[in-house]
């Protein structure tokens, strides 16, 4: 497989995309079967492209931004582990009950909701004055 990085010659759209060789690309194009995903044109030529090198500087920064994401990914999941023994678990219908709790003032009856809303379910809550906090979810089944 190679990448190469295509120009549109018509609308200077520029964008990568893999082939199966150098003589795929060249089959494809007299075949014209590779054109701009912007403008539709067939006039796309190759462009120069740098090697992908690995060395030992960048394979440090990759384990180093690894370590980092492991980290923001284990704090998220001890979040989860308290809002899931601290908070009940009301699904889609999240704006539903946060509404039925602030304007039927059952505060002190329930404790808190967590669920999932929708940014336009989200910033009519805000508009209505009711607080909520959007918070990033790792599902384990996906991780």
Avoid at 60 to 72: A, D, H, P, R, T
Wanted: proline residues 1%; contains cysteine; hydrophobic residues 30%.
């Amino acid at each position: 497989m190679i990448k190469y990085k295509l120009a549109c010659k018509n609308c200077k759209n520029i964008f990568d995309s893999w082939f199966a060789s150098s003589l795929e690309f060249e089959r494809l194009k007299k075949l014209k079967h590779i054109d701009c995903h912007n403008c539709n044109s067939l006039n796309i030529e190759k462009s120069l492209m740098a090697p992908n090198i690995l060395n030992s500087k960048s394979q440090k920064l990759k384990i180093s931004e690894n370590k980092k994401y492991l980290k923001v990914k284990n704090k998220i999941k001890k979040y989860q582990k308290f809002i899931k023994n601290n908070f009940k678990y009301v699904g889609d219908n999240f704006a539903y009950e946060a509404r039925s709790i602030h304007y039927e003032n059952k505060k002190n009856k329930l404790k808190g909701i967590y669920g999932k809303a929708t940014i336009k379910e989200v910033n009519d809550l805000r508009d209505e004055g009711i607080n909520t906090e959007s918070f990033p979810w790792i599902d384990e089944k996906n991780n």
